[in-house]
């Protein structure tokens, strides 16, 4: 039975040109990661914000730093489920540099 487990948890879903594959093992541990990653942004995120209400700041300086934490905490983690799956970073530098651009041009109006 452990082997049959084994089997499904290297059981490859897909190989790169490189020659890297990508397992079900992987995928179960990135959502796993994306998940704690996530509930655990919004932990911290609750615990600064009654910390920092106890410090009488301001509301609405308060939300701003808890949306720049949360937001910051969760592409962390979507850098590391990446690097966990072996996608490098640079695959996206065509996409960001283009969304990058349409946005410059948008905010100039």
């Known amino acids: 039975m452990l082997e049959d487990l084994r089997a499904i948890w290297e059981f490859t879903l897909a190989t790169a040109p ?3 594959s990508i397992t079900v093992g992987q995928v179960l541990l990135v959502v796993a990661l994306v998940v704690v990653g996530y509930f655990g942004s919004r932990l911290l995120v609750y615990m ?3 910390r920092m209400t106890k410090a009488d700041m301001r509301p609405d300086v308060i939300h701003i730093v808890k949306r720049i934490i949360f ?3 969760l592409v962390v983690v979507a850098l590391t489920a990446l690097s966990l799956l072996g996608i490098p ?4 530098a065509f996409a960001t540099g283009a969304i990058a651009i349409g ?3 948008g905010a100039q109006n």
Do not use: E, Y
Not at 89 to 92: C, G, I, K, N, Y
């Open 18 to 20: 490189s020659g890297q």
């Open 48 to 50: 600064l914000g009654r």
């Open 71 to 73: 937001i910051v905490f």
């Open 89 to 92: 970073l640079t695959a996206f």
């Open 103 to 105: 946005v410059g041009f």
